[in-house]
């Protein structure tokens, strides 16, 4: 006699397991209720939530074990730990996004906070006066300069590791993988030293860019290497085949097909720079005034300025910290949408 095995749907949640879940959850809430309050001297909501995290596991897999076997068991607790662990990080995420907006919605209600800069706004001051619209133009020079070094740089490195062999390459990306631990303060140090020390460049807007792209440099290449390495060679055989050369087949075959994830790259490399903080301060200083010109004088940046202001003691100043790191976010929100616009293309611009 032989039986027919039932084949189990894990791809889809049942009612039962639902019901199962959420009344774990119930019950795990209000067993470590009980104990934290009536028989164990325990205290805090790191302790209660991994207290009851625990007792949810155990509570789940007892009413999974109730018409299940130990396979439905196992399959259960690991799907239940991989979506709690997903939930975390999404709330760990929004939160992240949430609590400086939130903190600085009495400085982004007030239209001077992004057209004035804090020239004439002093730590006793209320939020009618100053802004972050210095740090804000600070930021979008600077970062514009580290992509204007860093994208053809980082193209054209990318290609050069794929398309080349020999030792000099495999140098090269030794050199680059290493220099994705390089210090923020270190790169800093490094264009301090070099192009305002030794050229006798001031500190300013443009030696700041030139600091951050440092930073950006070798994650750009890292990432375009991987995005150039996935274009099919079938499409460069093809190329080669139609008689064009190893030029051309680059720009108008490898370049074109990589093009979304190449964007991507770009990105990756302007999250890893528009937040430096140290390489700026070492290279630009630090100012209230806004400053338009970044080859001369002093500039800042949104994180730079964040940074001081949250670190006062008035807590009108700490408002308009937590502001500038909102407003930090919308301009990477905005960037990221132009990029992802830009790259979507289709290969000459149709």
């Not at 207290?51 to 607790?77: E, H, N, T």
């Not at 093009?259 to 490399?269: D, E, I, K, P, Q």
Request: glycine share 10%; net charge neutral; charged share 10%.
């Amino acid at each position: 006699m032989t039986t027919t095995e039932v084949r189990r749907v894990t791809n889809a949640a049942r009612r039962t397991d639902v019901t199962a879940a959420l009344g774990s959850l119930v019950a795990a809430s209000a067993l470590t209720g009980l104990l934290f309050d009536q028989i164990a001297p325990f205290s805090g909501v790191v302790g209660f939530a991994a207290i009851a995290y625990g007792v949810f596991l155990a509570l789940y897999a007892l009413m999974v074990s109730l018409d299940g076997d130990a396979l439905a068991v196992r399959d259960k607790l690991a799907s239940a730990v991989v979506h709690s662990l997903a939930f975390i990080a999404l709330g760990a995420l929004i939160w992240i996004v949430v609590y400086p907006i939130y903190m600085g919605l009495p400085a982004l209600g007030h239209l001077n906070f992004f057209t004035e800069d804090m020239a004439d706004a002093g730590t006793l001051d209320p939020l009618e006066l100053g802004g972050v619209l210095h740090a804000a133009v600070g930021t979008l020079q600077q970062i514009t300069i580290a992509l204007v070094i860093t994208v053809p740089l980082g193209l054209t490195c990318a290609v050069f590791l794929n398309e080349t062999r020999g030792v000099f390459t495999r140098l090269v990306r030794t050199v680059v993988e290493a220099m994705t631990a390089l210090p923020s303060i270190v790169a800093g140090l490094f264009i301090y030293a070099s192009l305002i020390l030794v050229l006798g460049f001031q500190r300013s807007g443009f030696a700041a860019g030139c600091a951050i792209s440092v930073m950006m440099l070798p994650i750009m290449i890292r990432a375009a290497d991987v995005v150039v390495r996935l274009v099919p060679s079938s499409l460069k055989e093809a190329s080669y085949a139609l008689g064009a050369g190893q030029l051309r087949t680059v720009w108008y075959v490898v370049l074109p097909t990589a093009r979304s994830g190449l964007t991507t790259s770009v990105l990756l490399a302007t999250a890893r720079g528009i937040g430096e903080t140290s390489p700026v301060l070492i290279t630009a200083g630090f100012t209230p005034f806004l400053n338009w010109n970044p080859f001369a004088d002093s500039q800042v940046s949104l994180p730079l300025a964040t940074f001081q202001l949250v670190t006062s003691s008035e807590e009108t100043m700490k408002q308009r910290g937590f502001g500038a790191a909102a407003v930090l976010m919308g301009l990477v929100l905005v960037l990221f949408v132009l990029a992802r616009l830009i790259g979507g293309r289709a290969h000459g611009g149709r």
